[in-house]
Every structure is written in C-alpha cells, then in structure tokens.
C-alpha cells in the first residue's frame, strides 16, 4: 500500500507562484511513475503533469513553459512549480502514483488563483 500526502496549496494572486510537494511511503519510489491531475467544480479531473521513472516529463497543453514538474527520489517526493498561475488553475490538485497497474492518489490540495 502506498499513501500520498501533499502539501503547498494556497490562494495566490494571477501571476503568482505556487509548489506543491508531495511525500510517497513505501519503498522503490524511484521505479515508478508519478504525476498530478487536478479537477475543477463541474469538471472532470485532468492530468497536469507526469515524470516518468527515467526523469521524462510530459505536461497538459495549458499548463506547458508555466508549471514544472521534478522529483527527488532521496526524499521520497514530486513536486509542481507552478509560475504564472492563471485563474483558470483554480482547482483542487492530486497527486497519483502509478504502481504495478495500480493507481494510487493523495488526498488533494486546493489552489485558488484570485485577486
């Protein structure tokens, strides 16, 4: 079993900046995929970003040269920087671990992008 706990999120104004950090349990955390979705209300819940064990990331078309997502594997952790934020990022973010075709998903983080 593998718990995510995220952490970061926050109200920030348009153009701001946010991290999100999220802490995986377990061991081997450096062979498995990991990623973000978020969903907003009346939405369905959307990839933002993946890094695949390797290091390659692949990111939402809106998000792209605004958000970056990294990981380090000492510490167990992914995070999303997210620069430019847009009020059209306002959502509640996840973090997913993808795990011998399972998925498994942190308890969520609201970002709200307002002035």
């Known amino acids: 079993q593998v718990q995510l706990v995220e952490s970061g999120g926050g109200l920030v104004q348009p153009g701001g900046s946010l991290r999100l950090s999220c802490a995986a349990s377990?061991?081997?955390?450096?062979?498995?995929?990991m990623g973000w979705y978020r969903q907003a209300p009346g939405n369905q819940r959307e990839l933002v970003a993946i890094i695949f064990n390797g290091g390659r990331t692949n990111y939402a078309e809106s998000v792209k040269g605004r958000f970056t997502v990294s990981r380090d594997n000492g510490k167990n952790t992914v995070y999303l920087q997210m620069n430019n934020l847009k009020p059209e990022d306002t959502a509640v973010y996840y973090c997913?671990?993808?795990?011998?075709?399972?998925?498994?998903w942190g308890q969520g983080t609201q970002v709200t992008v307002s002035s």
């Open positions: 997913w671990l993808l795990k011998n075709n399972d998925n498994y």
């Open positions: 377990g061991s081997n955390f450096r062979v498995y995929t």
